[in-house]
């Protein structure tokens, strides 16, 4: 049974670290928004922005990321109303794919 006790706590923490990773196509996006995006913003579950202007991406909340219009206006050129912001496009599949990581990389909302 010693022995087994260390296996058993090895799958755990393997199992819990493999949850948090991201898949092949969530890495993707990230690199895509790492080339995009990271000279404003933090684009990672724990960088900071470059801006303190620029929200961090792990920061963007529910409202937007399950918007059903968010992935069409990443199609369509997504901007803001910040000057400095260029408009960011995307492909279908490039779309899919950051939404796919923006909400992989959310922090839990913290209790008022």
């Known amino acids: 049974m010693n ?4 296996a058993l706590l090895a799958v755990g923490v393997l199992w819990s670290t493999a ?5 092949l196509e969530q890495r993707r996006a990230e690199a895509l928004l790492q ?3 990271a000279q404003c913003h933090a684009v990672g579950r724990t960088d900071k922005s470059r801006n303190e202007l620029a929200p961090p ?5 529910e409202n937007k990321l399950y918007d059903p219009d968010f ?6 050129g997504y901007s803001s109303i910040h000057r400095s912001m260029p408009t960011a496009r995307f492909g279908r599949d490039d779309a899919e794919a950051v ?4 909400r992989a990389i959310q922090e839990p909302r ?3």
Do not use: E, H, T
């Open 3 to 6: 022995r087994i006790a260390p």
């Open 19 to 23: 949850s948090q990773a991201l898949d």
């Open 35 to 37: 080339r995009m995006c």
């Open 57 to 61: 991406f792990r920061n963007l909340g």
């Open 71 to 76: 992935m069409q206006r990443l199609q369509d």
């Open 99 to 102: 939404v796919s990581y923006l």
């Open 110 to 112: 913290k209790p008022k």
